[in-house]
């Protein structure tokens, strides 16, 4: 069972890590949507 | 054009939902509508009838384009107005017209040359899609999961839990290693996720939101929308790690004629088809997994960066080469599609598999938890009762002990 839970665990992480990743690379989709003259914040 | 699409939209769902004429919004015919009351305008009739999702005849609208030719004398008084009004124009615009006005057209094209980008600036598919969407989708949908929870249902009362027929060993060996497990339940725990989350998508709106308001559904929907969008990515690693390891024990052979010819002993009590590493009705579930698992990750992929992955023109034109669509009365579906229907059609797609995906793993995850002793086991802890493997995997046994599964072979 130890097994499942660091699955469960992983899924978690990569979830995370895919989110910080995209916004990082700029496929947020506050930028893919807008042009330079948006302002987003 | 635009009403072409609108059709093959239609056709092209209701084809993929096999639903049968006469059934849905989709296959009724509109009833002729006396318009006089209204001088040819649309009556409160054609309204009720678009509220209620069913078919309405647009003939009255879409014919009313006006006429070049009826242009006042160049010398009376509305001599300098043409014979189209600015609404006739537009409507002309809206259902691809315009030629038949003069020579008019638009000069934008879609992205290959083709195409006409007036569907872009009045869009006529999305309507067919929300309709499609929060109709026969839902609806369909819906059925086929409660149905599958019946089916199942009826199937524990009929059957009950499937008990090791023999005594309980005492001794186990390995099933399944860890890294295997690992990959099961990425795959799974993701999956569930993601069934959770995409149905409050789907269906939030029609049962939560009576249940919770629109307070609290507003925030966990977006919550869930976070989730589903990220937690694919393990989703994805899960899948191509269950095929990486298990698509090689997949492979049918002769054993799965056996199995199926006796259904698996899953209806019948000392009934134990011999079977490798994963017996017939597990390689179903396995391919299944792998077909949906891969069509709903490109359609997601294409939801996940709109416009950037189109990919169903490019699907119709393969289809249309194998003469799929043609056979079945369809005619060549269109090769060229615009920027929005790609994303109406891979939304659609997405869900459909997505139900039939669910349907499916529901009847895995009962014939692995309730539905069958000891088959947890075997992707909970790895370890399974040698006698229940001599039971539903005597050649594997064989294969791993190298001892016989002996009297375990009543289909032979």
């Given amino acids: 069972m130890k097994t499942m839970f660091l699955a469960f665990l992983a899924i978690v992480v990569i979830a995370i890590g895919a989110d910080q990743a995209l916004h990082s690379a700029g496929f947020s989709i506050e930028e893919v949507t807008s042009a330079p003259s948006v302002r987003l914040d | ?77 509305l001599g300098t107005l043409g014979g189209v009004s600015d609404s006739e124009l537009w409507r002309a615009y809206r259902y691809g017209e315009l ?12 992205p290959d040359g083709t195409g006409d980008v007036t569907q872009v600036v009045i869009q006529d598919t999305g309507m067919a899609w929300l309709e499609f969407r929060k109709g026969p989708m839902k609806d369909y949908g819906g059925y086929l999961l409660l ?66 308001g629109h307070e609290a559904f507003a925030p966990a ?20 790690m269950v095929i990486v ?31 490798k590493k994963f017996n017939a009705g597990q390689k179903v579930i396995f391919w299944g997994v792998v077909v949906l698992g891969i069509s709903i990750s490109v359609s997601g992929l294409s939801l996940l960066f709109p416009f950037e992955l189109p990919m169903f023109a490019a699907t119709f034109a393969h289809l249309n080469d194998l003469g799929l669509p ?35 793993i529901i009847g895995h995850i009962y014939i692995g938890t309730v539905g069958m002793e000891g088959a947890f086991d075997a992707i909970g802890s790895g370890q399974v009762d040698e006698q229940w493997a001599k039971e539903h995997h005597g050649l594997w046994y064989e294969e791993v002990t190298g001892k016989p599964a002996h009297d375990h072979h009543p289909a032979e």
């Fill in chain 2, 1 to 77: 054009m635009t009403r072409l699409t609108v059709k093959l939209l239609g056709m092209i769902l209701a084809l993929v939902l096999s639903i049968g004429a006469g059934q849905g919004a989709w296959a009724q015919e509109a009833p002729a509508v006396d318009r006089t009351s209204t001088g040819g305008a649309q009556t409160l009739e054609d309204i009720l009838r678009r509220q209620d999702g069913l078919k309405v005849d647009d003939s009255f609208r879409s014919d009313n384009i006006g006429d070049p030719a009826n242009v006042a004398g160049e010398n009376g008084s």
């Fill in chain 2, 221 to 240: 929907a977006i919550a869930g929308k976070w989730v589903h969008n990220n937690v694919s990515w393990a989703f994805m690693l899960g899948l191509v």
């Fill in chain 2, 245 to 275: 390891f298990w698509i090689a024990h997949n492979i049918p052979n002769k054993h799965d004629l056996k199995w199926f010819a006796v259904a698996g002993g899953l209806f019948s009590k000392n009934v134990h088809p011999p079977a």
């Fill in chain 2, 326 to 360: 043609q056979m079945l009365g369809f005619g060549e579906l269109p090769t060229s599609l615009q920027p929005h229907t790609e994303m109406q059609l891979a939304q659609a797609w997405h869900t459909i598999i997505a139900f039939v995906f669910m349907a499916m």
């Fill in chain 2, 99 to 110: 030629d038949q006005l003069g020579d008019l057209r638009v000069s934008a094209k879609g």
């Fill in chain 2, 147 to 212: 149905g599958t929870i019946g089916v199942l249902l009826l199937f524990f009362l009929f059957r009950g839990r499937i008990r090791i027929d023999g005594e309980k060993s005492g001794r186990t060996i390995e099933r399944f290693p860890s890294i295997e497990r690992f990959a099961h339940w990425l795959l799974a725990g993701s999956f569930m996720l993601l069934a959770v989350t995409g149905l409050v998508q789907l269906f939030g709106r029609f049962f939560l939101i009576p249940l919770i």
